[in-house]
């Protein structure tokens, strides 16, 4: 049991970094819907949702190989070599997109906002040549590192925020003549959104500059195809992933019928279901810190006797974590929402926020599954599922958001989840089988969920939910007692 504390270790140093600095960024989201109108905060939506995708083709699956060949080949140095890959890609990407700002802009329908896309596109090459060496960083066991690195960065970026959007404006309102007007222009207006991180990120190659300085630059096109074999179906499996997560805000205001909802643009729409979309993070995070610390977990811990039995009380534990998360979230939302969401308006799309966390539970739990495909190199059959998914959201989307607008892409969030990870399950029985207890993490599942039905068809009550949440926790303490003895002796 000791290897899980040691898990459950590393996931808190992750999840500190990832919880306390997503909280802390969170924190923008009243400051924008305090500042920002919905239809200027579908800007940030839109974007950042094509960013997402992006993202992935900047990587194209090199971090997972890296993790893969790294581990278990010590005689050559693919560090170097993946580095070099991707800061290679990275500047052709975004120089392209530098080069075709204007017309890109144009398209999306921001005339005379190019500069915007070029902001993005720096963004977009630092993340991607900075992501090697976050993933060093996690193989060595480095996570105080990693967690100082992504909360200083956060930091920073929450500091230009208020510079810009708040205190800029007001020094100028006081004083119209202020030297400040020198590096602030009202003009850009939602644009220091992308500015702000633009020169977060920038900071991060000062963080680095030490391993700059180790780092060769060398390529080795034998090693590199067998990392890009190994990579593509993960390049593939990223995508899928970011479509099912991304797709409806991306096509939210294209395929949403004028005047679906009286008296709001469809811009104005995607600004507040994109603002709604934020509450799910808090799941996200649960996922994200466990996702950091369990991917290198589970190649080292594969070569061990027991191993299946450890990944089937770590799957037991991940679902008992987040089908509570997912319980809390939900009943408390009606109190803690209009505190991040700071106008009416943005409120209007709450009753999509329970299936978007459900969603989030349920890639949580593929990112479990996801072990069996990995370890056997056969992560073709990953991409599969992802495509699978992939399609499932298009289809939903496509077809139920003219129906049920804003509401068909949540459901559309949480089926595909669902679906994925019904596919894998199956798949990696057959490939890979680890003993899951089924009936027990399906049961935390359904009883999170039942709770969440009750609260919502009733009136509401602090007390009632409360009370709800407590009920759910007698589960765990019958089922999971002896597991935690064990724990705590270990």
Not at 47 to 66: D, K, M, Q, R
Not at 100 to 129: C, G, M, R, V
Not at 187 to 214: D, M, Q, R, T
Not at 364 to 370: A, D, K, Q, R, T
Request: aromatic share 18%; with cysteine.
């Amino acid at each position: 049991m000791s290897i899980l504390r040691k898990l459950a270790s590393q996931t808190a140093i992750y999840g500190l970094s990832s919880v306390l600095g997503r909280m802390l960024n969170y924190l923008l989201v009243p400051l924008y819907t305090s500042v920002f109108v919905p239809a200027e905060y579908g800007i940030v939506t839109e974007l950042y949702a094509y960013v997402a995708f992006l993202n992935i083709l900047y990587i194209y699956g090199l971090e997972t190989a890296y993790f893969r060949f790294s581990s278990q080949e010590k005689g050559y140095n693919y560090f170097n070599l993946a580095f070099t890959s991707i800061l290679i890609s990275s500047l052709l990407f975004s120089g392209s997109l530098w080069v075709f700002s204007d017309t890109i802009a144009s398209t999306l329908q921001y005339p005379n906002k190019a500069h915007f896309i070029e902001w993005l596109a720096a963004i977009l090459a630092i993340d991607a040549i900075v992501a090697i060496p976050f993933a060093r960083l996690r193989q060595d066991g480095k996570a105080t590192r990693f967690a100082v690195f992504k909360l200083s960065n956060i930091g920073i970026n929450i500091l230009l925020n208020l510079f810009f959007i708040l205190i800029c404006p007001m020094i100028l309102e006081d004083d119209p003549e202020s030297l400040i007007k020198t590096i602030y222009n009202p003009e850009i207006g939602v644009g220091y959104v992308f500015l702000s991180n633009l020169i977060a990120n920038g900071l991060y190659l000062l963080f680095f500059l030490p391993e700059w300085l180790k780092v060769r630059i060398t390529f080795n096109a034998t090693e590199w195809k067998r990392m890009m074999k190994y990579a593509w179906p993960v390049l593939i499996i990223g995508f899928a992933g970011v479509t099912n997560e991304m797709l409806s805000r991306a096509i939210l205001k294209y395929r949403l019928p004028e005047d679906f909802y009286d008296g709001y643009t469809n811009l104005e729409i995607l600004g507040i279901f994109g603002a709604c979309y934020k509450l799910a993070v808090f799941m996200t995070l649960a996922v994200q810190a466990f996702r950091y610390a369990f991917e290198p977990f589970f190649f080292a811990q594969a070569k061990e006797k027991n191993s299946t039995q450890v990944f089937s009380q770590v799957m037991t534990w991940f679902v008992l974590f987040t089908s509570f998360s997912w319980l809390l979230l939900c009943v408390f939302m009606p109190y803690y929402a209009p505190i991040f969401l700071r106008q009416e308006s943005y409120l209007m799309a709450l009753d999509a926020v329970p299936l978007l966390l459900g969603g989030g539970l349920f890639l949580g739990v593929f990112y479990n599954l996801s072990l069996w495909y990995k370890l056997t190199d056969n992560t073709l059959y990953g991409a599969y599922i992802s495509l699978i998914g992939a399609f499932a959201t298009f289809i939903l989307n496509w077809s139920l958001i003219p129906v049920l607008g804003y509401m068909g892409s949540a459901i559309a969030t949480f089926a595909s989840y669902l679906l994925m990870v019904i596919v894998s399950y199956f798949w990696g029985m057959r490939h890979y089988p680890v003993p899951y207890q089924v009936l027990k993490t399906i049961g935390y599942i359904l009883f999170a969920g039942v709770g969440i039905v009750i609260d919502g068809l009733t009136e509401q009550s602090f007390f009632k939910s409360v009370l709800i949440v407590l009920i759910f926790l007698t589960l765990p303490i019958i089922l999971e007692r002896k597991a935690f003895q064990r724990l705590k002796a270990n």
